[in-house]
């Protein structure tokens, strides 16, 4: 099998437990804390209703990094923090910390909120730890600027599968 029908088959995969997950959030809890399951493929949008009060779903195909892959230089600020967060989970990998990120959001990790303020538990450790890290670190930086109206396009040069996960995401705007 081709390394690329390899990766179109990764993307469906989450794509199908993304959508998966996102039709069965719940109200969003003061603390968050899951065990099994799927949970972890949220764990990502939990953090930002947490934090911003709305999906991580937003920022998906803003600029050149929210979203899946990333090319050339961040457009704004908003879309250098998606490029810090995949390069965050792109080190996590290449440290040997974690196997492979795809595979990384079916491994669960308990995280919690309070007040608006995410923590992720000192007893965390591997390749949880550094998902936790890198999740709560994007929404951090999110935090810093209003939510975006409108999705700045990349002018570097098209991204792969992000027309098409654009469309299907967009088609989600139900849930934030």
């Known amino acids: 099998m081709s390394p690329q029908l390899i990766n179109l088959f990764k993307i469906f995969f989450f794509l199908f437990l993304l959508i998966e997950a996102i039709t069965a959030l719940t109200n969003l809890t003061t603390t968050i804390k899951r065990k099994g399951g799927y949970e972890a493929l949220w764990n990502l949008n939990k953090m930002a209703e947490c934090k911003l009060g709305y999906s991580a779903l937003a920022y998906n195909d803003y600029g050149c990094w929210c979203g899946v892959g990333g090319i050339g230089e961040p457009m704004d600020k908003i879309d250098s923090c998606c490029m810090a967060h995949d390069k965050c989970y792109d ?54 600027y209003p939510k975006p109206s409108i999705k700045t396009k990349c002018t570097h040069g098209k991204r792969i599968f992000s027309n098409i996960l654009g469309i299907i995401f967009d088609s989600l705007k139900i849930f934030y």
Do not use: H, M, R
């Not at 990790?109 to 936790?132: H, V």
């Open 91 to 144: 080190l996590a990998v290449d440290k040997g910390i974690c196997f492979d990120v795809e595979f990384e959001y079916i491994d669960d990790y308990g995280w919690e909120c309070k007040n608006k303020i995410i923590n992720c538990p000192k007893t965390l450790n591997g390749c949880k730890e550094a998902l936790c890290s890198c999740d709560k670190q994007v929404v951090d930086c999110w935090s810093k």
